[in-house]
């Protein structure tokens, strides 16, 4: 059965940082992953996929990472901002899972300015 | 456009009421989905539809029934719900391409609370 962890679950820092948040999952066997960010009460915003063949995206300060082999991904985000605090989320779908997406329980970032 | 929709933004309703919730896109995406997610958890899949066809029921009691009336539309009727069943209610949709392509977005969600 694919789990999917997110450590730390919480993380705050300084505005201007860079910084790193990380996912993990135990079954190398996925289609693709997938970041959200989510602000409170909202819904989920997708931030980046990755496909299984692909090793990271890009996508304006924001850069992710994927060793599948590993099992694990990272999101970079550069020059952190207060409006980039907000909970991420990483998810993955799993070969043979139809189309089911299985998140992990999210890092709560807070950017203090 | 990169947008689903959802309404109501927010939902009151007792225990013997019958409501609805309702999702649009207009992405031509042919997979819809609704989750439930609680306070500090990740979303938790109910239903999935695959052109217009339910293709997964996450075995959730009967009081939530899916509808599928069109590919641009997905509606979720609720009946004698219970408190615990309060929650925020997502909308989602992918396009079915390759399945390495296939990437979900999202509603704002319904706040949904049962008295």
């Known amino acids: 059965k694919q789990e999917v962890t997110q450590i730390p679950a919480a993380l705050s820092v300084p505005e201007g940082e860079n910084l790193v948040l990380n996912c993990s999952f135990t079954?190398?066997?996925?289609?693709?992953l997938q970041w959200f960010r989510q602000d409170p009460g909202k819904g989920l915003t997708s931030l980046l996929l990755?496909?299984?063949?692909?090793r990271e995206q890009t996508s304006g300060r924001l850069n992710a990472s994927l060793d599948k082999s590993s099992g694990r991904s990272t999101l970079y985000i550069a020059a952190s901002q207060p409006g980039d605090s907000a909970t991420y989320l990483c998810a993955v779908r799993p070969k043979g899972g139809a189309q089911k997406l299985v998140f992990g329980q999210g890092t709560r970032l807070t950017i203090n300015p | 456009d990169t947008e689903v929709t959802q309404t109501p933004k927010h939902l009151v309703m007792g225990m013997t009421n019958k409501k609805s919730l309702k999702c649009e896109q207009h992405m031509g995406h042919r997979a819809m989905y609704w989750y439930k997610q609680k306070a500090k958890k990740p979303p938790e899949l109910m239903f999935v539809?695959?052109?217009?066809?339910?293709?997964i029921n996450e075995s959730v009691p009967s009081r939530f029934s899916p509808e599928c009336p069109n590919s641009s539309l997905l509606n979720l009727h609720l009946h004698a719900l219970q408190p615990e069943d309060s929650a925020l209610y997502l909308c989602?949709?992918?396009?079915?391409?390759?399945?390495?392509?296939?990437?979900?977005?999202f509603g704002p969600g319904t706040r949904l609370t049962v008295l």
């Open positions: 989602a949709s992918s396009p079915l391409l390759r399945r390495e392509r296939n990437e979900q977005f």
């Open positions: 990755i496909q299984s063949s692909q």
């Open positions: 079954d190398s066997a996925i289609y693709n």
């Open positions: 539809y695959s052109y217009e066809k339910l293709s």
